[in-house]
């Protein structure tokens, strides 16, 4: 193994092989234990952005919400998907087609550009112009905003699609899309996530989409591989402990390493990580 996929794969608890129906089954039960331990917790929230994560992350909570309620003879649980373009997105059509295949109890719709502008118009008011890339994680901040005031209003708690193949590369936006109460895909790869969604029935385009963030107005619909400069397939060979090319091996372990900032609390006196 390179020097740091040992410990990068016991950090992200990343199995080399899994059954997709086990997998599924530990999430599913893992959001039901949750809300059971939490008497005040009545909905689940999740931003749907059409893509593989968030949908299987909205299917396993639905799942659970389904079961709670029929086990409870009741309709007190629900899971809410909230749909938050900015104007018009491209995969509008891949949205409804996840929605379609979750069945959310509720979907919210809002659109974020107003507010993304005026917080723009704000800063730059002050400041001097900021560039598109910064845009982008107002984007991400005012989504997860919104899935909090959604949360706040209904008892609820935010869902996090965070998965090993993100972590590793810190490829979210720090208190934006990183920001959440729980997180059902923690542990799994992208790999992995397909082969779930697979099992499920679900859509197949809508796991072999190529993966965007789809924050960057200058550049839209960028592929993450080409963001990141390595693609999924070598990250996942990475974390399920396979051999990889050493660049990519390098790609990887210098991403995981500028982005320790986003897995860890922010930093205080008694810290040091932030050294290494």
Known sequence: MHPLQEEIISTLKVKPVIDPQEEFRRSVEFIKNYAKHHSFLKTFVLGLSG????????????????????????????????????????????????????????TVRVNIEKAVKASVQSVESQIGAISD????????????????????????????????AEAVTGFFTKYGDGAADILPLYRLNKRQGQSILKMLGCPEHLYQKKPTADLESDR?????????????????????????????????????????????????VFDDWWKS
């Open 51 to 106: 893509g593989q994560d968030s949908t299987l992350t909205g299917y396993i909570c639905q799942t659970a919400v389904n079961e709670l309620n029929e086990e409870n003879e009741s309709n007190e649980y629900q899971f809410i998907g909230v749909r938050l373009p900015f104007g018009e997105q491209a995969d509008e059509e891949d949205c409804k087609d996840a929605i379609q295949f979750i069945q959310p109890s509720q």
């Open 220 to 268: 839209p619909q960028l592929p993450d591989e080409e963001a990141l400069g390595v693609s999924y397939e070598a990250i996942d060979n990475y974390l399920e402990g396979k051999q990889v090319d050493a660049e990519d091996a390098k790609t990887i372990e210098n991403w995981y390493k500028k982005t320790m900032h986003k897995r860890e609390e922010a930093v205080t």
């Open 133 to 164: 890339f910064v845009k982008g994680n107002t984007k991400a901040r005012e989504r997860m905003k919104i899935q909090y005031d959604i949360a706040a209003a209904t008892s609820g708690v935010v869902v996090g699609t965070d998965h090993a």
